[in-house]
């Protein structure tokens, strides 16, 4: 295995390997831990498949079943055209693009996909009672092929009825905007408005024979309960190699929920996980972030594994140690600041594995729970990935990126010593500070913003982090060598916002991915606003971000930063809609196509994803369990068919 770098690169995609440092010298009983969690956190597949589109399953195993049976010429540009298809779908879990969430276009042709099929055994087909073959593939290819049917998974764009123009699964069809939010704004009038729980995160919103609307809720015994069964039977096995009591009462806790899908039973859970900050190993499963629903209520099926980075966490402790300080000092209302920040904790991880809706792509950064109230009361816990962003860094060096962007010499030789351990300081610093930042005033709807809720909260903790990056503190604490260092982030990140991440969107798009629409908001309210600071510059018939005054970028990122918490806090939904709208979406046209140009020269991925490393267990003679054994050598499809059979629950 070749560390870090690519395995495999296909469309705009690449997959990296991630080494699991430390497993290795952990004892036999966190091994275990470490395996039947990684057990749970790969069993939920088949949950998010169904959640980003109702063909979702059905399309996966007809895929599958074609790949595995194909016999005719591998040269056949039909069948290499399927290919590239199937490993495309396989990233996103599903037909729709993992972050444009625009659907694929099949570059193999209608006729083939159905003569294939009809080749096929009928045992091998995911029919329906009755259904014959020929009427699934008609079915299938009306959704495959038709470019009207199911366009786009997530649909944000302001005007237009959000439920109705997205495809993801978390609505019954004609279900409209209107009606959903109506339904749910009825359920908060019968809620502890003071400790309120996420309504609707773990649920499907249906419509009865008489035209009422219900929740259809994801649990045991009930929608995806025999996928929810199969992750209790692990997290109990789990629990038998807890490292502490605490550990013991969080699986309790989450098990409880999965049973009962009742959401006072999640909160609880929330808050003993919270508070379980001992062990080397730690988790996530469940239903955790809502980007997959417009409306931002439903939370998409993720889990992960991590082992606790010793060493890397000294720089994650030092920011939660003095949480307290950001908060007084944040350039924020002082009504929006936190007079106590309670349980602020960040540690430094390194994943073992990686399930759901951090499966193949995932984020480098986390910080839970969602829930305001219980951030507020028992704090919220942080973690950076070290090894996901390691196996990012090396695949990334050499690129070419910085040459072709960066506008001068002075200015890369910056990026290419600091960029790194910035980058990670500004992770901690949106994770851990960020993210735990802030109030919302007395009465204020957490769900206020709707659906751009989502982008407001990343530019928050963005700006945060951005914020306290140059700030005189970071050096004092050790985490910066000099006071000049943040000019690599500033920099950076303003290339991205304003340049460089338009090149993973198609011509003719806008941004709808609530983090690119954030960045996009920064860097272009701050042009904007602050042009004697940031510009943007020709040269030789190139763009390039120009930074002409970086402290005056601090004083910018601190007013934007006030603005938006006050948004958040306030719970206005005019002026988040206003801000988004205005800077975070549109694309210039003839810009956007010179960068993507000189991006395809480079011969680039723009979106990077893993490979999984494989546990097994390793008995003696008498069938006893005597270690478990990691390797790292599995091919992307090898993996992708496997997990289809034997994580298959729905």
Excluded at 231 to 245: G, H, P, Q, S, V
Excluded at 540 to 546: A, I, L, N, Q, T
Aim: overall charge negative; hydrophobic content about 35%.
């Amino acid at each position: 295995m070749t560390k870090g770098n690519c395995v495999e690169r296909f469309a705009d995609l690449q997959l990296l390997r991630y080494e699991v440092p430390g497993f290795a010298l952990l004892p036999l009983r966190q091994k275990l831990l470490v395996y039947y969690l990684a057990e749970a956190a790969l069993l939920g597949r088949d949950i998010l498949w169904d959640q980003n589109c109702c063909y979702g399953l059905r399309l996966r195993q007809t895929l599958e079943a074609i790949y595995t049976n194909y016999d005719g010429p591998q040269e056949d540009a039909d069948w290499q055209a399927f290919v590239v298809y199937l490993k495309r779908v396989w990233f996103s879990n599903g037909i729709h693009h993992h972050y444009s969430c625009q659907k694929f276009e099949p570059g193999f042709s209608r006729d083939f996909f159905l003569a294939e099929i009809s080749k096929l055994d009928e045992s091998l087909l995911p029919l329906k009672e009755k259904e014959t073959a020929s009427h699934l593939a008609e079915e299938l290819a009306e959704v495959i092929f038709n470019p009207e049917v199911m366009p786009k998974r997530v649909n944000q764009t302001d005007g237009e009825d959000l439920l109705l123009t997205s495809s993801c699964n978390y609505y019954a069809d004609g279900i409209t905007q209107a009606e959903a939010e109506a339904f749910y704004a009825e359920q908060k009038k019968k809620v502890n408005p003071q400790k309120p729980p996420m309504l609707g995160m773990n649920s499907r919103l249906e419509r009865s024979a008489d035209g009422s609307l219900y929740e259809n809720v994801w649990r045991s015994g009930g929608l995806y309960g025999k996928a929810i069964d199969r992750i209790c039977d692990m997290l109990c096995k789990a629990r038998n190699y807890a490292e502490n009591e605490k550990q013991q009462a969080v699986i309790d806790k989450l098990v409880e929920f999965y049973r009962t899908g009742d959401l006072k039973a999640f909160d609880e859970y929330a808050i003993h996980w919270v508070g379980e900050t001992d062990g080397e190993v730690d988790f996530t499963n469940g239903f955790t972030e809502v980007y997959g629903d417009p409306l931002g209520l439903k939370a998409s099926w993720e889990g992960y594994v991590n082992i606790i980075d010793h060493e890397a966490t000294r720089r994650a402790k030092a920011l939660s140690d003095n949480a307290q300080w950001f908060e007084n000092h944040s350039p924020v209302d002082a009504r929006f600041k936190k007079k106590e920040c309670k349980g602020v904790s960040a540690k430094v991880i390194s994943a073992a594995v990686l399930g759901g809706d951090l499966y193949p792509s995932s984020a480098i950064g986390i910080n839970l729970p969602n829930s305001n109230w219980i951030r507020a009361e028992y704090g919220s816990k942080s973690v950076t990935i070290a090894n996901l962003t390691r196996a990012y860094n090396e695949a990334a060096r050499g690129s070419g990126m910085r040459e072709e962007f960066v506008i001068d010499d002075d200015t890369r030789q910056l990026l290419d010593r600091y960029g790194d351990v910035c980058d990670d300081l500004h992770t901690d610093l949106h994770e851990c500070l960020g993210h735990g930042s802030g109030q919302l005033l007395h009465g204020v709807d957490a769900d206020a913003l709707r659906a751009y809720g989502s982008t407001i909260e990343e530019a928050r903790a963005d700006l945060f982090g951005l914020y306290y990056i140059a700030d005189q503190k970071l050096v004092e604490l050790g985490l910066l060598p000099n006071a000049e260092v943040y000019k690599s982030q500033y920099y950076s990140y303003l290339m991205n916002g304003l340049l460089t991440q338009m090149v993973r969107i198609e011509e003719g798009n806008q941004i709808e991915e609530a983090h690119m629409r954030n960045r996009a908001l920064i860097g272009r309210w701050t042009l904007a606003n602050y042009p004697e600071a940031v510009q943007i510059v020709e040269e030789h018939g190139k763009h390039y971000v120009r930074i002409n005054d970086y402290p005056m970028l601090r004083k910018a990122f601190g007013e934007l930063l006030a603005e938006v918490q006050r948004i958040k806090s306030e719970g206005d939904f005019d002026a988040a809609r206003q801000l988004v709208e205005q800077y975070g979406i549109k694309l210039d046209a003839k810009l956007h196509h010179e960068i993507r140009e000189r991006y395809q020269r480079l011969n680039l991925a723009p979106y990077k994803g893993f490979i999984n490393s494989i546990y097994n267990l390793v008995r003696d003679a008498a069938g006893n369990i005597t270690d478990v054994s990691v390797s790292y050598d599995e091919a992307y499809d090898k993996q992708m068919l496997r997990y289809s059979q034997q994580y298959r629950t729905l």
